[in-house]
């Protein structure tokens, strides 16, 4: 016990209580400081440090920063979700390009990995773990796959990574995923909560992009649909057309925890960071899920220091997998991975087209659109594991002010693998759009198209309709006679003109246009996991303004 010299016993004991009420008034000033206060505003920030005697460090800032005073270092982050409030969360990732590629790659994902860890295993209880309680043998197949290539990536990387770029953003990709799963678990050990992911689990997470095409071909889930790519010139009085860029997701509605993402690396062609140029791409925003490290959605918007352009994807819709729905070869680059390095890397569309062809493989048929603002050029990429094709469509675009994708290929050397029957109902789909769309002309109709009204129907009830346009462009599977749970979960919209000047508007949810009734967990589909969810999605429009250019 703590003794005054010169006081009595009671006035020391009192003494010795003022001291250590003060100590736990300092204590709890410190975990506040630390983790912020209930009425902040909810945006959390941490920053990474790194040297080579030290290693890493993480210093979580907690609430109500000025974001733009948050220190650089190595890395930092802000993270806010607003499911509840418009159905969308937020993480923006910083690296400085002042240490090496390696260390800013696994700061990144430190940084990901603890701020969204809660957020992490909502979504892979909802999916992963969700799936795989009804096909364990199954997902042990695909995962014991997914491990060899890893490995064999990996010593790959190790061989080319310092003198070829596409290998060196490869490695990076991994990187990051390293510092993503050591994050979240240094963010459950320090919030001492008893969950646990495996390493599989952050490797089925991170693949975002690769995950539907093996879970098909493993027998795990079969998604039934195709989303949605929409672009339209809009005229503008004096001025250069705006472009506006829809994208509508469709998928399990076990899906619809969302995280906006923006990554702003410092990477560099090569390792050496005092002589390798930086890669073209330094900036990608893209609509993404929690763990993942491309987007899944498919749609991406990247910046470099003098150029910018947009890439947006949908799976091609196959009635045929024989030909092609067999393993290229076990050491294939994941697209996922290839993907990123093909948004980092590219100059161009064509050299993006290059990119994402090398080291081709996997079980996915894809079809991407590429668009190049500042010269207007756009391009069609088709591929299969075993095929990538491509075709200039900007002059197509230019005479039709519009061009709309919904998995269909365009090609018929790939629609002959994929889809072999079919074509009839997809010339009749085109033509009715085609006729739909020709009164478009601002943005407001645009963004009515894409959630399923033109601007005079758009408090008109109506069914999910096969024989309309605008209803395959929203469709809801819980509007069914026979309830599923799938469907056009959300729509994002870019606008863009030449000068590079965009705005990015996201809305969640399946649509509730034309007197839909909100999707409610509760009323559809009660024992379908969905921890983490809102039980009712009638969410607004909302504009994100990022922080760090």
């Not at 010795?16 to 505003?41: M, S, W």
């Not at 009638?538 to 250019?549: G, L, N, Q």
């Amino acid at each position: 016990m703590l003794k005054v010299v010169g006081a009595s016993w009671l006035q020391t004991r009192i003494s010795t209580y003022i001291l250590v009420a003060v100590a736990l008034l300092g204590i709890g000033a410190i975990i506040l400081g630390e983790f912020g206060h209930v009425e902040q505003d909810g945006t959390y920030s941490a920053t990474v440090s790194w040297n080579r005697k030290g290693g890493y460090r993480i210093d979580f800032w907690g609430q109500g920063n000025d974001l733009t005073a948050v220190p650089l270092h190595a890395a930092r982050a802000y993270y806010k979700t607003g499911i509840f409030e418009h159905g969308w969360s937020y993480i923006e990732i910083e690296t400085s390009s002042k240490y090496p590629d390696t260390v800013q790659a696994y700061a990144a994902g430190l940084l990901e990995g603890s701020l969204t860890w809660q957020l992490i295993h909502h979504h892979w209880y909802n999916t992963v773990r969700a799936a795989c309680e009804e096909k364990f043998a199954e997902c042990r197949k695909l995962s014991q796959y997914l491990r060899e290539n890893t490995i064999m990536i990996r010593q790959r990387v190790e061989l080319l990574s310092s003198t070829d770029p596409f290998w060196h953003m490869i490695r990076l990709f991994y990187m990051q995923l390293d510092g993503l799963e050591a994050g979240w678990k240094f963010a459950v050990r320090r919030s001492r909560v008893s969950v646990s992911l495996d390493s599989d689990d952050f490797l089925w997470l991170a693949l975002a992009s690769d995950m539907p095409g093996f879970q098909r071909l493993y027998n795990i889930s079969n998604l039934p649909l195709s989303s949605m790519i929409y672009l339209k010139s809009l005229p503008r009085d004096k001025s250069e057309p705006l472009i506006a860029i829809g994208h509508n997701t469709a998928t399990s509605y076990a899906k619809m925890l969302k995280l906006l993402k923006k990554y702003t690396f410092g990477y560099h062609m090569l390792p050496a960071t005092k002589t390798a140029a930086p890669t073209p791409s330094r900036s990608i925003v893209m609509s993404s899920y929690p763990g993942a490290l491309s987007s899944g959605d498919e749609f991406y918007s990247m910046h470099g220091q003098d150029r910018k352009f947009v890439v947006t994807g949908t799976s091609l819709l196959a009635t045929n997998y024989g030909k092609w729905s067999f393993l290229y070869p076990a050491d294939h680059v994941m697209l996922s991975a290839r993907l990123m390095a093909a948004h980092r890397l590219a100059t161009s569309g064509q050299s993006w087209f290059e990119c994402i062809s090398h080291q081709n493989g996997g079980a996915s048929a894809f079809q991407w659109v590429i668009y190049e603002p500042s010269s207007s050029v756009m391009l069609l990429v088709e591929q299969l594991p075993s095929l990538t094709v491509a075709m200039n469509y900007t002059e197509e675009f230019k005479v039709a002010g519009y061009l709309s994708y919904t998995g269909i290929s365009n090609f018929p050397d790939v629609n002959d693998i994929v889809r072999p029957v079919g074509k009839d109902i997809n010339d009749d789909w085109n033509d009715h759009f085609a006729r739909l769309q020709k009164n478009i002309s601002s943005y407001e109709q645009f963004r009515n198209t894409m959630r399923g009204c033109s601007q005079d129907d758009c408090a008109t009830e109506t069914q999910n309709s096969k024989l309309d346009p605008l209803q395959e462009l929203v469709y809801r599977g819980d509007l069914e006679i026979e309830p599923v749970p799938y469907g056009i979960v959300d729509s994002k919209i870019l606008t863009v003109d030449s000068d590079g000047h965009e705005a990015f508007e996201t809305i969640a949810g399946p649509t509730t246009q034309r007197s839909r009734p909100p999707f409610k967990w509760s009323e559809k589909f009660p024992n379908i996991s969905h921890m983490g969810h809102p039980d009712c999605f009638a969410f607004e429009s909302v504009t994100h303004r990022w922080v760090w250019v």
